[in-house]
Nanobody, 124 residues
Framework: QMQLVESGGGSVQSGGSLRLSCAASGYTFSSYCMGWFRQAPGKEREGVAVIGSDGSTSYADSVKGRFTISLDNAKNTLYLQMNSLKPEDTAMYYC??????????????????WGQGTQVTVSS
């Protein structure tokens, strides 16, 4: 089974940076989508950024220009570089994946493998 383990969360002040990591194991297929999703208390889980096996990326409007998603295939690790963090970025961040041969979507329901989440807290 595909397994995803996030790390790198923490507490930072507004304007600071964090890099989240997601170690992947148990994968089988070469065509896939991987992404980061977040959920704040009382809110629905939302897509943050996704990346396809072809290297294509998509970002939520709220993080464009501030966050960068990348994938290190040699290390089987997904990253989310978060810069210029804002208090509204505070949430549990989840790594997700799906075997897929089309365009990667920022939709929670499209992904069927999930990590346990890592907390990101941004203070003002």
């Amino acid at each position: 089974q595909m397994q995803l383990v996030e790390s790198g969360g923490g507490s930072v002040q507004s304007g600071g940076s964090l890099r989240l990591s997601c170690a992947a194991s148990g994968y089988t297929f070469s065509s896939y989508c991987m992404g980061w999703f977040r959920q704040a208390p009382g809110k629905e889980r939302e897509g943050v950024a996704v990346i396809g096996s072809d290297g294509s990326t998509s970002y939520a409007d709220s993080v464009k220009g501030r966050f960068t998603i990348s994938l290190d295939n040699a290390k089987n690790t997904l990253y989310l570089q978060m810069n210029s963090l804002k208090p509204e970025d505070t949430a549990m961040y989840y790594c997700a994946a799906v075997y897929y041969w089309g365009s990667c979507l920022l939709l929670t329901d499209e992904y069927n493998y999930w990590g346990q989440g890592t907390q990101v807290t941004v203070s003002s």
